[in-house]
């Protein structure tokens, strides 16, 4: 199966600047790559994701990289807000057999955003 | 649209009762999904129903879980006997398919279960 590994697990920075998120995968055959965000208590909430055939995709303040060559994937949060503390999950979707897709979470990332 | 829905959000039992978790996916999502997510850690998925046919339990703790879908709409999960390593979160996602954009995942709240 898929292992996906997270770092870092907690993150600090000041109000305004920018917060990188780092992911690897193991099985190249992953080709969907989500990004959560989970506030104390709530359910996850997906913020952006990629898929395998592009490289980088952008919104807003929210960013995603994905290198398939070295099965890694980051989330880049610019200017970033009080309210942007959170837990950030990545996650790999890894076709399973049929229509099952197996979606391997990371650790997890407690980001805090200090005013 | 309204999002996906559980009950209970809350549960407490003692170890060896039984206890079962209820979902309600997005209307017209054929894909459903439990995950178990231990504090501290990323969901775990159990089980994923494709309408009402089960194509993934390879993680289900077989012995004491089992779930069903018997209409292709609502869900249930249900523990029997619990132990105490199943303290955790009991997340249900849904999404419209498996491919491309329809598998995007959208969680409900959770329900939180505490076994003393």
């Known amino acids: 199966g898929e292992n996906v590994e997270q770092h870092p697990s907690t993150l600090s920075v000041q109000e305004g600047d920018s917060a990188v998120i780092k992911c690897t995968y193991s099985?190249?055959?992953?080709?969907?790559f989500p990004w959560y965000k989970q506030e104390l208590g709530k359910r996850p909430q997906l913020i952006i994701d990629?898929?395998?055939?592009?490289g980088e995709k952008k919104d807003q303040r929210i960013a995603v990289t994905l290198n398939k060559t070295a099965k890694h994937f980051s989330l880049h949060i610019t200017e970033t807000q009080p309210e942007d503390s959170a837990v950030y999950f990545c996650?790999?979707?890894?076709?399973?057999?049929?229509?099952?897709?197996?979606?391997?979470f990371g650790s997890g990332t407690q980001l805090t955003v200090l005013p | 649209e309204a999002g996906v829905a559980q009950s209970p959000r809350y549960k407490i039992i003692e170890k060896r009762q039984s206890v079962a978790f209820w979902c309600n996916p997005i209307?017209?999502?054929?894909?459903l999904y439990w995950y178990q997510q231990i504090l501290g850690q990323g969901p775990k998925l159990l089980i994923q129903?494709?309408?009402?046919?089960?194509?993934?339990d390879s993680q289900l703790p077989k012995d004491r879980f089992s779930a069903e879908r018997l209409k292709g709409v609502d869900s249930t999960l249900k523990i029997q006997p619990a132990k105490l390593e199943d303290s955790a979160v009991y997340l249900c996602?849904?999404?419209?398919?498996?491919?491309?954009?329809?598998?995007?995942?959208?969680f409900g709240p959770g329900t939180r279960l505490l076994v003393l």
């Open positions: 996602a849904s999404s419209r398919g498996t491919s491309g954009e329809k598998e995007t995942q959208y």
């Open positions: 099985d190249s055959a992953s080709n969907y």
């Open positions: 990629i898929r395998s055939n592009v």
């Open positions: 996650a790999a979707s890894l076709p399973f057999s049929g229509s099952a897709r197996q979606l391997t």
């Open positions: 209307s017209g999502h054929a894909t």
């Open positions: 129903f494709q309408n009402n046919g089960v194509v993934d």
